[in-house]
């Protein structure tokens, strides 16, 4: 009789950002317990419709298996949606754990910022002595309205205090900006308080995304076609998007900020520091905006939309 060695995989988290590419992905979490952001509904169109916890030792199971297959990584994320809903203990555990096996430079995670704010700024210093030191968060949009609408469970206010504390904690932070979030009608408002909310809050990262809704990727489609239906949501054009990016520029003051485009559906990929690099940033942009109409679409058609 022979017999077959199953060798047991280690879970990992379904998303992570394009910058954690090559971190060791650590699943903490399953899903996102909010849920409810009307643009996203990612996790159960992923095939994760709800959300749960795993323990600590199964996590640091996973640590183990993880390492044994990558002993040469240099960072590490921890996904799902929000993590820290593991609650600060387990957090800690297996942050400390990681670390302990593990010399990463950088140990960074997905958090609400409804979560970073219910624990306070004491267990925002608690997790950076964890070795916590970059945290990905979805800014959205500076708009208040917008954010109401979209069912995000964060206001401007919220997300300016926790940056404040993860900032005072050592903590680096990297909010993402979704380009088409006020759609047709509101993308002015929605572009001028997220300018507005970037330079008094200075985040360490700006990463741009393009609203995508997905009809099909394994699961339910994207909740916010129901709004675009009833017609309480105009999807914006593509050049209403260049135009959004290009009107945040103008707005964002030189700030000591890496703003970024990347993620593959973005129409138009600008990077660079916004203290060096604004003017070029621009420049590309009116270059592309000069460009005839025809070949505008045709790049437009060209740029493919993922998760
Ligand atoms: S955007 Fe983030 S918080 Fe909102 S439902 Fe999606 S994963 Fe959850």
Redesign the pocket.
């Known amino acids: 009789m022979t017999g077959i060695m199953v060798q047991k995989k280690p879970e990992t988290p379904l998303i992570r950002p394009p910058s954690e590419w090559r971190s060791l992905l650590v699943r903490v979490t399953r899903g996102?317990r909010?849920?409810?952001?009307r643009?996203?509904?990612?996790?159960p169109a992923l095939g994760e419709p709800g959300f749960s916890r795993r323990s600590a030792a199964e996590i640091k199971e996973d640590i183990d298996l993880l390492l044994a297959r990558h002993p040469r990584a240099r960072t590490a994320f921890f996904g799902d949606?929000?993590p820290l809903e593991a609650g600060l203990e387990v957090f800690v555990e297996v942050a400390r754990y990681l670390r302990s096996r593990l010399p990463v430079e950088r140990l960074t995670c997905?958090a609400?910022a409804s979560t970073l704010h219910r624990l306070g700024r004491e267990g925002v210093q608690v997790l950076a002595r964890a070795g916590l030191n970059r945290v990905h968060m979805?800014l959205?949009s500076g708009d208040p309205e917008t954010l109401r609408f979209h069912r995000?469970?964060q206001s401007p206010e919220m997300v300016q205090r926790v940056t404040t504390w993860l900032r005072d904690a050592g903590i680096q932070v990297s909010w993402y900006v979704l380009l088409g979030l006020g759609g047709r009608d509101h993308w002015q408002r929605h572009i001028r308080r997220t300018a507005w909310l970037i330079n008094t809050s200075r985040p360490d990262f700006v990463r741009l995304r393009r609203l995508w809704l997905y009809r099909e990727a394994g699961g339910p489609p994207c909740p916010l076609w129901e709004q675009v239906r009833d017609g309480s949501f105009v999807e914006q054009t593509p050049e209403g998007t260049v135009l959004e990016l290009k009107l945040l520029l103008e707005l964002l003051e030189p700030l000591d900020t890496f703003f970024v485009c990347d993620h593959a559906n973005n129409y138009i990929n600008v990077s660079g520091s916004l203290q060096e690099d604004r003017e070029e940033m621009l420049a590309e942009l009116h270059a592309f905006l000069a460009l005839p109409e025809e070949e505008r679409w045709q790049h437009y058609r060209s740029v493919g939309s993922r998760i």
């Not at 909010?34 to 952001?37: A, E, K, P």
């Not at 643009?39 to 996790?43: E, L, M, N, P, V």
């Open positions: 996102c909010w849920n409810r952001c643009f996203c509904g990612i996790y949606g929000d997905y609400r979805g959205e995000k469970g």
